[in-house]
């Protein structure tokens, strides 16, 4: 993933502290500032959000995919030692802007707002890229949230849904 894929829009009421977390050695690359952080359930590492290296994958799903939040430095990890990170947890009422997957499909205010509400999920490039979908289903993790398309061209303002909050 591309350090910065994603930035804070609105923190919600205030905006929380990090906390630092496990990340285990010998990762093939680290967690970017900006990168939202995973973590299996009942395991003792932060993990960064990459779909194993798969391309064209789609996450998150509600009730698979945990989050710890969002990476406020990156990993310090090496081939042969545990390192740590810092996350910032995500709290309700906190968005994000992304970048869209297909332009055309948010490229004016009218279809941006149809798409307002919409239950979507990232894509993960080819070239280590994260985007946003708009396709909606049940138990995709990202929900479209309202944005002037003029003060933000080319963003698309989201939340991430509490179902995939390690705490929840």
Do not use: C
Request: net charge negative; hydrophobic share 40%; glycine share 10%.
């Amino acid at each position: 993933m591309a350090a910065n894929d994603f930035q804070i829009y609105d923190e919600g009421t205030a905006l929380p502290g990090s906390k630092r977390y496990k990340v285990v050695a010998g990762r093939a690359a680290a967690i970017k500032v900006g990168e939202f952080v995973l973590k299996g359930l009942g395991t003792a590492y932060a993990t960064a959000w990459t779909p194993g290296g798969a391309t064209s994958s789609a996450k998150p799903v509600v009730g698979t995919d945990y989050l710890l939040g969002f990476a406020t430095s990156a990993s310090t990890e090496t081939a042969s030692a545990t390192g740590t990170v810092d996350v910032m947890p995500n709290l309700p009422g906190m968005t994000y802007l992304g970048n869209p997957d297909t332009a055309a499909s948010w490229d004016t205010q009218a279809e941006y707002d149809a798409l307002v509400g919409a239950r979507v999920l990232f894509k993960y490039s080819s070239t280590g890229v994260f985007t946003v979908l708009a396709s909606d289903s049940a138990t995709s993790g990202v929900v479209v949230e309202p944005l002037d398309i003029t003060l933000h061209p080319g963003k698309v303002r989201f939340l991430l849904r509490q179902g995939l909050n390690y705490n929840a």
